[in-house]
Nanobody, 124 residues
Framework: QVQLVQSGGGSVQAGGSLTLSCAGS????????MGWFRQAPGKEREFVAA????????YYADSVKGRFTLSRDIAKNTIYLQMNSLKPEDTAVYYC?????????????????WGQGTQVTVSS
């Protein structure tokens, strides 16, 4: 069993930065592909970014490419989403997700474990 605990988030003005963290427990966590998704009010949960088990490959949604950076610290069982140049349209609840597979996907239905969610609010 894997548990994901998120931290970070909050409120920031447009153009600002925030970092989200997601710490995993369980001895097999290091072999999980991980992803970040977000859900704005009235909208479906959408893909943001993903990283493979080793951290050697990442993939980003077009809407965040060049602004967000996903990284992984295997020793700490933690992934980080650095969010720069934030826009009001980035406002959402952000969820980290773990997949019992070495390779990530962008489909939320492929992920087995989810963090508790954290609010990110960007004001104009």
């Amino acid at each position: 069993q894997v548990q994901l605990v998120q931290s970070g988030g909050g409120s920031v003005q447009a153009g600002g930065s925030l970092t989200l963290s997601c710490a995993g427990s369980g001895r097999t966590f290091s072999r999980y592909a991980m992803g970040w998704f977000r859900q704005a009010p009235g909208k479906e949960r959408e893909f943001v970014a993903a990283i493979n088990w080793s951290g050697s490959r990442t993939y980003y949604a077009d809407s965040v490419k060049g602004r967000f950076t996903l990284s992984r610290d295997i020793a700490k069982n933690t992934i980080y989403l650095q969010m720069n140049s934030l826009k009001p349209e980035d406002t959402a609840v952000y969820y980290c997700a773990g997949r019992d597979n070495l390779v990530f996907t962008i489909d939320r239905n492929d992920y087995d474990y989810w963090g508790q969610g954290t609010q990110v609010t960007v004001s104009s």
